[in-house]
C-alpha cells in the first residue's frame, strides 16, 4: 500500500472522520420489552420501541412499576434474557412482578 494512502487517511479532521459515524440520542434508542405478554394492554413480548416508552402505556407503568423496568435496550436483549431466569436478579423480580399482575395477583 502506497504511503501518500496512509498519510491521507490519518489527516482527517475529527469532524471528517466523526461524520461518518451515526451516533443515537436517547430519544432514539430501540427499546424491546422483555417482560410477559400483557394482550389487554397491547403488550407482547419482543416488541421493539424506537423513540422512547409508548405513552399509551403510562396507566401501565403506575399500575406495575416492573413493566417500565423491562423495556431495555436491544442490544442488551441477550445479557436481560438470561437475568430474568437467575433467581434472585433484579430482572427476575420484575418480571415475577409483572407476570403477578397479568394475572391478577
Given at each position: ?17 466523526t461524520q ?36 399509551h402505556l ?41 407476570t403477578n ?5
Open positions: 500500500m502506497p504511503e501518500d494512502f496512509l498519510q491521507d487517511k490519518t489527516t482527517l479532521s475529527a469532524d471528517e472522520v461518518d459515524v451515526k451516533t443515537e440520542t436517547p430519544a432514539e434508542t430501540s427499546k424491546i420489552y422483555v417482560g410477559p405478554n400483557i394482550p389487554k394492554e397491547g403488550l407482547p413480548r419482543f416488541r421493539v420501541y424506537k423513540g422512547g416508552l409508548p405513552v403510562d396507566e401501565l407503568f403506575t399500575a406495575c412499576p416492573a413493566v417500565k423496568r423491562l423495556f431495555v435496550d436491544v442490544d442488551k436483549l441477550s445479557e436481560v434474557l438470561n437475568l430474568t431466569s437467575q433467581t434472585g436478579s433484579a430482572y427476575h423480580t420484575w418480571y415475577a412482578e409483572a399482575y397479568v394475572k391478577g395477583v
